[in-house]
């Protein structure tokens, strides 16, 4: 079943900051992580990694990093930012 992919204000300015390609990648992944996420053998090629009990991270490439938390009814985008700056949110939480 395919659940809602809510976006925060917040990782919407980081998208719009990026330059015109890593943008095109960025929203492709997302598509292709809100059609197949819960279904392990169609979304094993997205680069999913499980950080926490609901905090997923999905790679975009060798320098983009995907946050996200799933919930039962959506996917919610939580931070875009590459290796060190994933790590720094990381530990903010």
Do not use: T
Request: glycine content about 6%; charged content about 30%; overall charge positive.
């Amino acid at each position: 079943m395919k659940k809602s992919l809510v976006i925060d204000a917040d990782v919407q300015k980081q998208l719009l900051a990026l330059p015109g390609e890593q943008f095109a990648n960025v929203a492709r992944k997302l598509l292709e992580l809100n059609k197949v996420f819960g279904q392990p053998h169609e979304h094993s090629g997205l680069g999913i990694r499980k950080l926490r009990a609901d905090l997923f991270e999905c790679r975009v490439g060798l320098s983009l990093r995907i946050l996200f938390r799933s919930a039962p009814e959506a996917l919610s985008v939580r931070f875009i930012g590459n290796h060190d700056e994933v790590q720094k949110y990381l530990r903010k939480l």
